[in-house]
């Protein structure tokens, strides 16, 4: 039959009665199908094709529209089947999208409608096909998608919707398997109608600072009226006309429900305290850092107080930790109501807090929330049926001087909080620059330090990692020590002033790295299985741009092998001065086959885009979480957070056996601390791995 002919089949019912004469109206419309100017096609009630115009031939589409027949040009897929029979009967129409391939194998994508042809009462008698070219079109937004990385991620992903908008016939078309999304991403007059009250001013605002052209991506709640809160992430973009002027809204949607709730989740973990729901530390840094910022840039002037409350210890003695707890959540409350809403009031650890106030005129605005604050304490708090009241140290520090460096205010208003300890505490001491005496202490201990490396006094201990699922020691860490030589052997803490002044870090840590190689050669020279050994390095030393470089050089020198060492970085050293440079530094250093441990987990403020993008393998739990039953939600949620970005866990300062069991149970990879074993010289090593029984 040839393409543009007609050829009307009558089944034998249908050669009289209603039949005969839907036949009769089928093969007339027939002629004029014929002479239409687009791409058509005409089929009988029984799907039978009846006629095709001269467009359809032109275009090389398939002259059966069948699914099996020419595959690659059909235009009904398998799955139109159903769809196509329903139209026929009960004359219900549809459209598709569908990849076909051009007569010379050139990829197109056309878009195909079915629509029944009605008699006048309204039966069906016939369905027309009508076929568009919209390759150009498809492509032209493949091109929108891709402005954006994350666009172009989202198109791989499942769930993906596609909605478009034309801006001149307002129609409405979506593509996707995501029915529940589709339901609420459609709108009557406006597309910012979807977008959840409490979000759509913000959204508002960012799609009209948008610039023509550009693809806007936005993060919002839907305005579902069942109540059941949905995040999307939305990439937008208007495409503009062959006549310049707007033609489509392009928008495409992703369920990112799961993913928001699992980032509040882990941004809570990292910048808020658990108990108090103040910020923390973490926050607490950052919000140092930009009073700091506006200082330096706009002159303003901040204060900073910080506050411990007294005797706390002796209250979680005598009345248990509950009542301390309560003593905590009380405090932060008062806190809230001393200070304004827009000071950082966080609380730094412990019975530790510590307030950020900004745009002060004089010393006199501080001190009014903290009389304020002093006279709140003074009433009693009631617990477990008992009332007890406590007191509180706070020490003050105010940069008011624009000459002065604003980053000695922790340190001033630390200095004055000791010195309201010192006199008898339950009291507000303010920095004054003559309280300086304590730095003095602070100075002969520096230059003690000197003299020990000189020496040579400084020597590593080394504490077993063991891994509970293998039961085997899998390394150590190398921890420095002093060889004093009238106090005996010194602990860090003793001497920590020299890890926080520059020149001695790098001191200390270039004794700490060629004593671990040195006994790294030795071990292996005797052959003793040591696994890796973890050193740990400072900001410090990644100044100089060439640590990478200089560890390999002295692996190189050692003939130590790379995959021997671990280097142990705090989530403060990955986020404070020159993070790029410290990105760089262990992502050569990973490569080189040398691993990376995040130390001291949680301590800090490392977000969970920080650990996407540094080459972490291991994560380090600190202690202060490990040996508090009361953080035990937040140990459980670091092993899940490692064990989903692919990195073991290690656990520090385990002690006893009830701990061990607890980490065995959250899935812990890895542990630490005095229940498997102290620090110990590097000559106990040997022995203590022969001995080793989990």
Not at 21 to 49: G, H, K, M, N, T
Not at 173 to 201: M, N, Q, V, Y
Not at 602 to 627: C, E, H, M, W
Not at 662 to 691: E, S
Request: negative net charge; aromatic residues 8%.
């Amino acid at each position: 039959m040839n393409k543009s002919t007609v050829e009307v089949r009558r089944s034998p019912e249908s050669e009289s009665g209603p039949g005969r004469l839907a036949d009769a109206r089928a093969a007339a419309f027939s002629q004029f199908v014929l002479q239409l100017p687009f791409a058509a096609a005409l089929l009988d009630r029984d799907l039978r094709l009846l006629a095709t115009s001269r467009e359809w031939a032109a275009h090389g589409l398939a002259p059966d529209l069948r699914p099996g027949v020419d595959a690659r040009r059909a235009l009904v897929a398998a799955e139109d089947v159903l769809p196509l029979m329903k139209c026929a009967e009960e004359g219900e129409a549809f459209s598709r999208y569908l990849p076909a391939l051009d007569p010379d194998g050139v990829q197109q994508i056309w878009r195909t409608e079915f629509s029944a042809c009605r008699d006048d009462g309204d039966e069906p008698y016939a369905v027309m096909v009508t076929a568009r070219d919209v390759t150009g079109y498809a492509e032209a937004t493949l091109r929108a998608e891709r402005d954006q990385q994350r666009l172009r991620m989202a198109l791989e992903l499942d769930g993906l919707l596609v909605r478009e908008y034309d801006l001149h016939t307002r129609e409405l078309l979506f593509s996707g398997a995501t029915p529940d999304l589709e339901k609420w991403c459609r709108f009557k007059t406006d597309p910012l109608e979807i977008i959840h009250r409490d979000d759509r001013d913000r959204v508002a605002a960012l799609v009209a600072a948008r610039k023509p052209g550009e693809t806007g991506v936005y993060e919002f709640r839907l305005n579902r009226d069942d109540g059941v809160e949905t995040w999307v992430r939305s990439a937008s973009k208007v495409l503009i006309g062959a006549n310049g002027r707007p033609e489509r809204l392009v928008n495409l949607f992703k369920d990112i429900t799961d993913r928001r709730r699992q980032s509040e989740a882990v941004e809570t973990l990292a910048f808020k305290d658990n108990l108090t729901d103040l910020p923390n530390r973490a926050l607490f840094q950052l919000r140092f850092q930009e009073a700091v910022n506006a200082s330096e840039l706009l002159g303003e002037m901040f204060g900073l107080i910080m506050i411990d409350v007294d005797h706390f210890k002796d209250i979680n003695d005598t009345l248990g930790h509950d009542a301390g707890d309560a003593l905590l959540k009380r405090l932060a409350e008062m806190l809230r109501y001393a200070f304004r809403a827009d000071d950082t009031v966080a609380r730094l650890g412990g019975d530790e807090f510590a307030v950020i106030l900004r745009g002060l005129h004089s010393e006199a605005d501080m001190l009014r929330p903290i009389q304020t604050l002093q006279e709140l304490l003074r009433r009693p708090i009631e617990h477990g049926g008992r009332s007890f009241t406590c007191s509180a140290s706070i020490g003050a520090a105010l940069h008011g001087d624009m000459d002065a460096d604003p980053s000695h205010m922790v340190k001033n208003a630390d200095i004055a909080l000791y010195r309201a300890k010192d006199a008898g505490r339950n009291r507000s001491v303010m920095f004054q620059p003559s309280m300086r005496s304590e730095l003095e202490q602070r100075i002969e201990l520096l230059r003690d330090v000197r003299a020990g490396i000189a020496a040579g006094e400084f020597l590593l201990f080394y504490q077993p990692v063991v891994d509970i699922r293998v039961g085997g020691v899998t390394g150590f860490e190398a921890l420095m020590r002093w060889a004093h030589p009238e106090q005996g052997v010194l602990a860090p803490a003793r001497f920590m002033a020299a890890f926080e002044d520059q020149d001695l870090s790098l001191k200390l840590g270039d004794v700490a790295f060629e004593a671990a190689l040195k006994q790294m050669r030795a071990w292996l020279d005797a052959g003793v299985e040591f696994g890796r050994v973890a050193v740990n390095i400072s900001a410090a030393q990644f100044r100089s741009g060439r640590l990478a470089e200089e560890i390999q050089d002295r692996l190189a020198r050692w003939n130590v092998p790379c995959d021997r060492l671990t280097i142990e970085v705090t989530e403060n050293v990955y986020m404070g001065w020159g993070s790029d440079m410290v990105s760089e530094t262990v992502c050569r250093l990973h490569d080189a086959g040398v691993m990376i441990a995040l130390d001291d987990f949680g301590t800090g403020y490392a977000s969970l885009a920080n650990l996407r993008q540094f080459p972490i393998d291991r994560l380090k739990i600190d202690k202060s979480f490990v040996q508090n039953a009361e953080d035990e939600a937040i140990v459980k949620a670091v092993i899940t957070l490692g064990s989903s970005m692919g990195m073991k866990v290690v656990a520090e300062g385990v002690e006893d056996q009830a701990q061990l069991d607890a980490l065995v149970g959250y899935g812990c990879d890895q542990v630490q601390g005095y229940h498997f074993g102290r620090p110990m010289p590097a000559a106990d090593v040997p022995g203590f791995l022969a001995g080793f029984v989990q």
